[in-house]
């Protein structure tokens, strides 16, 4: 089985400034990581993943993850962040074969304060 | 392009009464779908999910069973409510490869 950790629950933060976002992952088997942004009362929507290759990734609205598997850890970075970044993120990971239902982290809420 | 359609939005149900919660999706063939329930400050736990029509795999054990009774739709059910239902249901699909998941715009149920 797999599990996600989320180290912050909550992550104020000022505008412009820099942020990173932690995840740690446990797994027996190999796995695809992902993060994705919950804005207040919607779905969840894809950010990012890795499934393979460049271990440094790119996604939407200029965040990006590194995998790091020696430390089992996807942390999310983004260089300046903006108020519409405020929302709930959340780390996830699946296996690479057989049943890939997504395991998530508990959330981390990031608030961009002006 | 797929979408992803739930409904109700947003549903008040006193405790005891029945449930039916409808995930579907368009613009895509024989997909997974998943159900899933956020608690309130917590994150998402996986409910059932199905590979097809009539298969069906329940994670949890709990009040709530679900049926696929066509390829592009998913209905979460409950015979008689229980306060600890409440919550925020979403509703995913994967393709084939099964590499990420696209979510639905969530239904909100308070249990009263």
């Known amino acids: 089985a797999q599990s996600v950790t989320q180290l912050d629950s909550q992550v104020p933060v000022f505008e412009e400034a820099p942020v990173e976002l932690r995840c740690n992952y446990s797994?027996?088997?190999?796995?695809?990581l992902f993060w994705y942004v919950q804005y207040p009362n919607q779905g969840l929507q894809l950010l990012l993943k890795?499934?393979?290759?460049?271990?440094l990734v790119k996604g939407i609205n200029g965040f990006e993850a590194e995998f790091n598997k020696s430390q089992t850890s996807f942390h999310l970075r983004k260089p300046s962040v903006h108020i519409s970044d405020t929302a709930e993120y959340f780390c996830?990971?699946?296996?690479?074969?057989?049943?890939?239902?997504?395991?998530f982290g508990s959330g981390t809420r990031l608030q961009v304060q002006p | 392009s797929q979408t992803i359609h739930q409904w109700p939005a947003t549903l008040v149900q006193p405790v005891g009464s029945p449930l039916s919660l409808e995930c579907t999706v368009e613009g895509t063939s024989n997909p997974n779908l998943y159900w899933y329930r956020q608690a309130a400050g917590r994150g998402l736990q996986l409910l059932f999910y199905?590979?097809?029509?009539?298969?069906i795999s329940s994670e949890v054990p709990q009040n709530l069973s679900a049926s696929r009774p066509q390829d592009r739709q998913f209905i979460l059910s409950s015979k008689k409510l229980l306060l600890s239902d409440s919550g925020f249901y979403l509703c995913a699909w994967s393709g084939r490869g099964f590499d990420e998941q696209f979510f639905g715009p969530g239904t909100r149920l308070t249990v009263l």
């Open positions: 996830a990971v699946s296996r690479d074969t057989g049943r890939r239902a997504l395991t």
């Open positions: 199905s590979v097809g029509i009539g298969q």
């Open positions: 797994s027996s088997v190999s796995v695809y």
């Open positions: 890795y499934l393979s290759g460049s271990t």
